[in-house]
């Protein structure tokens, strides 16, 4: 039985523990690979126009996905915090795909993830509807679960030890974890808190790759994933409420904690055009940075951002960031 | 205390509220394309129009004196229940330290702070004339709302075009004047005459069409953001009915579950036949009153949304399937600070034509899509 995993949303973060389930489950996982030109344009047909561009990638994954495996795997995550939730596209997910893809009806598994206080989104009562259409028994299904917690605990202590996603993807994939805790880059001139939902800052179709843009040009990267949730939401214990959206939120608390980080020199806000938390977020970030006097921009990307623009930006900030570092450094401040 | 809230639907009744509750009303200006401009100015850019539109009528409110800007929050997952404090920080940062926001979340969030809200709001009313007073508020609310379904009933058959919508006017401005209960149920057994004595022709039974209009709270009940949509309607000859009253909006959320009407729970069911779960706003809503709407045999469907409104995008994206399964023609429209007048008329026009059409029953169902290819195309284009 072969399985789609849409490369998209937050395949970026979860695929570690997806994989492992329905290997350990016996299914042939597909990946639906990088995003590219044609899963694009697929999406974006079928998805409603005024949509943000993640969905409409998903979306075009996920039709990708149907083409190449016998089910495609779209969980309709609800919260993993109480009192938070997802944003609502995160929410109707399965809906809006059963909406606008044709022939996806009864071909995607759709677990509800809706939990009290659980990031690793491990626990049987979750993935129960797998037992219920493939007939696996509640045992194979625990012990599955059980060895993709230790993967995916595996692979969220190499993003707290500086890795970001896609490299610490990369080891999941080649079974190297200890190796690649080495390339973590630490000789930059300038460091850089480049912030943004995994799906938008590594999918390289949205982002076109800002992460290896920036270490090009000698930058060390700092992202959310970095900062372990408890610290983030250390930092956000100022405000009257949290936001109501568990990233959102880790993505704030993260950027208020580089804030307030000496060895970091300014913040790049990574957001998809049409992003609704992001529009609160933005706002957040950027009031935090005048009162905290470090330099922070926003890049707001869609389908049809053109990379010149973008790396003459990035360009310009960068050069900005090392102009100032030098005067700082040269005037002995 | 120079109280102002922000301006959405029958605002008569907020005001109503604060003078009941003894405080001085700033009354805020009905929003035009200033208030539009203001709010745009200083929103961040990816918010959606009633965010824009609010944050213009605080500032309007504020330079007409107001010190006190009451509103309601909420708890997620959609965005506008973080609104006020998205407000409060601009104020904050346009200067406007003097202004205080007072944010109503739902009690059950934090029992405290509503209590403390409730007590500034109060403003030293005795409880027995508080209670007293709010359950005259409820029947208020109760009668304009069914005044106002009479007048989407009256308006598309009138004779002398334009009276309903003046008669109207005359009956909010009377409702204005109201002190108390005995005289509410007076004025409204007037007004009731009022609007059965505009002449109207006769139409066959047949040749009528109605139109539900669904969507998010803000464009349906506000008509200067809507453009007017139910009189536009009206004009062209069409009865409408809107998912969200204030009445049913106050039966539904502020009165506790197990005592709330049986309808309003029938409506999430029939919802979620659709969308599976609660997912915030009222897209849920939003699809049980479609379904409701064609059960009780109404034509045609206007979906009215911001543009980007995140609940809203999952219903949208779910509308050509429903369309279809459900079987009544469904007209989507996103709304922000770029939507022309024209436009939209053009396609409600054609939209009403095409329910004409096809209640006569001259189209083939292949119009029906065919007509829905080119909405959608229309708004790549337009958008």
Redesign the interface.
């Known amino acids: 039985m072969k399985i789609a995993i849409p490369h998209a949303l937050l395949y970026y973060y979860y695929f570690p523990l997806w994989d492992t389930l329905f290997r350990e489950l016996g299914f042939e996982v597909v990946d639906t690979g990088i995003t590219n030109k044609d899963i694009l344009d697929k999406g974006s047909k079928a998805a409603v126009s005024d949509i943000c561009a993640p969905i409409k990638i998903f979306t075009g994954h996920v039709i990708e996905g149907l083409e190449k495996a016998d089910y495609v795997f779209v969980p309709r995550f609800a919260r993993i915090k109480k009192p938070e939730y997802f944003c609502p596209k995160f929410m109707g997910l399965p809906d809006i795909i059963e909406g606008t893809v044709e022939g996806s009806s009864g071909r995607i598994i759709s677990p509800i993830i809706h939990e009290k206080n659980n990031e690793d989104i491990s626990s049987p009562k979750i993935y129960g509807i797998l037992t219920e259409i493939f007939g696996f028994s509640h045992r194979e299904l625990r012990l599955a679960l059980k060895k993709a917690e230790e993967v995916f605990l595996r692979f969220k202590s190499l993003l707290h030890s500086g890795l970001t996603c896609d490299k610490a993807l990369e080891s999941y994939r080649t079974q190297r974890w200890e190796e690649d805790l080495k390339r973590v880059k630490k000789d930059g001139e300038v460091t850089i808190a480049v912030l943004g939902y995994v799906y938008d800052v590594y999918d390289s179709f949205i982002s076109m790759d800002v992460i290896k843009k920036l270490e090009a040009m000698n930058v060390n990267i700092k992202t959310f994933e970095m900062v372990p949730t408890d610290i983030a939401y250390e930092n956000l214990r100022h405000y009257r409420k949290r936001l109501f959206w568990t990233f959102s939120n880790r993505v704030l608390g993260a950027g208020l904690f580089y804030l307030k980080d000496p060895e970091v020199d300014g913040l790049i806000h990574v957001t998809a055009f049409g992003c609704g938390p992001d529009a609160i977020v933005g706002r957040f970030l950027q009031y935090e940075s005048d009162i905290a006097g470090k330099p922070f921009t926003t890049l707001r990307v869609d389908e049809h951002t053109g990379e010149g623009h973008m790396i003459t930006r990035l360009e310009a900030f960068v050069d900005m960031l090392k102009r100032k570092k030098w005067a700082r450094v040269s005037h002995g401040i | 205390m120079k109280v102002s809230f922000p301006y959405m639907g029958s605002t008569i009744v907020y005001k109503k509220l604060f003078e009941f509750l003894e405080h001085e009303v700033i009354m805020p200006p009905k929003p035009t394309q200033r208030t539009m401009d203001l709010g745009v100015k200083y929103s961040?850019?990816?918010?959606?129009i009633p965010l824009k539109m609010v944050m213009g009528t605080y500032l309007e409110a504020i330079e007409k004196g107001a010190k006190v800007l009451v509103t309601s929050?909420g708890?997620?997952?959609?965005?506008a229940?973080?609104y006020g404090?998205?407000h409060r920080?601009?104020l904050k940062?346009l200067g406007y330290d003097d202004v205080e926001l007072i944010i109503f979340?739902a009690p059950q969030?934090n029992w405290k702070a509503f209590w403390r809200n409730v007590q500034k709001i109060r403003n030293g009313v005795p409880w027995p004339k508080v209670i007293n007073r709010m359950y005259t508020l409820y029947r208020f609310v109760q009668k304009l709302d069914e005044l106002e379904k009479m007048v989407q009933k009256i308006r598309p058959y009138e004779i002398n075009k334009g009276q309903t919508t003046q008669v109207w006017n005359e009956i909010q401005e009377k409702f204005d004047k109201i002190k108390t209960r005995k005289e509410l149920y007076k004025v409204y057994e007037e007004c009731k005459k009022m609007l059965l004595s505009i002449p109207t022709k006769e139409v066959d039974e047949k040749d009528k069409i109605r139109v539900g209009i669904v969507g998010e709270i803000y464009v349906v009940m506000e008509s200067s953001i809507n453009f007017g949509i139910e009189e536009i309607l009206g004009n062209l000859g069409v009865e409408v009915e809107r998912s969200l009253y204030l009445f049913e909006w106050i039966n539904d959320n502020l009165v506790p579950w197990a005592l709330r009407p049986k309808r309003f729970k029938e409506i999430i069911k029939k919802g979620q036949r659709?969308?599976?779960?609660l997912?915030?706003?009222h897209?849920v809503e939003t699809v049980g009153h479609i379904i409701d709407f064609k059960e009780r045999g109404f034509d045609g469907i206007i979906h009215l949304m911001p543009?980007?409104?995140?609940?809203e995008?999952?219903t949208?994206?779910?509308?050509?399937?429903?369309s279809k399964e459900v079987d009544i023609p469904i007209l989507s429209l996103?709304i922000d600070e770029q939507t022309g007048k024209a436009n939209m008329l053009t396609r409600i026009e054609a939209f009403v034509d095409l329910l004409r059409n096809r209640k006569k029953g001259r189209t083939k169902e292949v119009f029906v899509n065919e007509f829905q290819q080119h909405a959608?195309e229309e708004?790549?284009v337009v958008?």
């Not at chain 2, 708890?75 to 965005?79: K, L, N, S």
């Open positions: 961040p850019e990816f918010a959606c929050g708890h997620g997952p959609c965005r229940g973080f404090d998205t920080n601009i940062s979340d969030d659709y969308i599976k779960i997912i915030g706003g897209a543009f980007a409104c995140l609940p995008l999952v949208q994206s779910l509308i050509p399937k429903i996103p959608d708004r790549v958008v």
